[in-house]
């Protein structure tokens, strides 16, 4: 069951930013934001509906961590950290008795979703400006056109970013999938971004190919 709701969350919160990150527009592409930072974010929680609130930091180096909320009956709050240029990211929750971390590589992971990455096109205009916790922004929007399942799907994202290309909002056909309620600027700890030793690595990748062979 815990596995399950994590499963859930993440597959909520990484499958919504899939086509942002890949469509790498200038503006919202995290392997150009060099400032480190703190900040607290409401996303769209795993139902579609109801928010969560998670803290993250940057290290302005492309490693972030995220803290969420603790899943149904877990010890702990679940932890996400990984690095935007090689697109490889692993999870786990705190106080695990199993000590157990899942890993995947968004590419892989995306394609067993049905999702390819390869084929995404997008294009980005600025549509103005905003005020946002006190942060003057950019608002961009972007239209994103991917493939799912060997079908075409297209929307469009938008998203306000700040003079040093940090994302205070960013909404998916026009619901908003997260929002910055805080922002602190400055070097976080390196901890942060390090996984807990002597805990088993799992690798997700192979999982889902293992059950995806079983569908055929």
């Known amino acids: 069951m815990i596995l399950n709701n994590t499963f859930r969350i993440l597959t909520s919160i990484i499958i919504g930013h899939l086509a942002v990150f890949s469509s790498k527009a200038a503006a919202i592409d995290f392997t150009i934001v060099t400032t480190p930072f703190y900040a607290e974010t409401t996303a769209t929680g795993p139902d579609g509906v109801n928010p969560i609130s998670m803290e993250m930091r ?99 994202f938008e998203t306000c970013v700040t ?26 700890p390196q901890s942060m971004f390090e996984l807990p030793s002597g805990w088993k690595i799992v690798d997700m990748n192979k999982i889902m190919e293992q059950l995806k062979s079983l569908q055929k």
């Open 58 to 156: 940057y290290d302005g180096n492309n490693n972030s961590s995220l803290t969420l909320p603790s899943p149904p009956g877990a010890q702990g709050k679940l932890r996400l950290v990984g690095n935007h240029k090689t697109s490889k990211y692993f999870f786990w929750v705190e106080n695990d008795p199993r000590k157990t971390i899942m890993t995947m590589n968004e590419k892989q992971f995306s394609e067993s979703l049905g999702v390819d990455l390869s084929l995404a096109k997008s294009k980005g205009t600025k549509k103005g400006s905003q005020t946002i916790i006190g942060e003057a922004c950019t608002m961009w929007r972007v239209d994103v056109s991917i493939v799912v399942h060997s079908k075409d799907a297209e929307g469009f």
């Open 163 to 188: 003079h040093d290309n940090i994302e205070l909002k960013g909404t998916h056909n026009g619901k908003v999938l997260h929002e910055m309620t805080k922002l602190q600027r400055g070097p976080q």
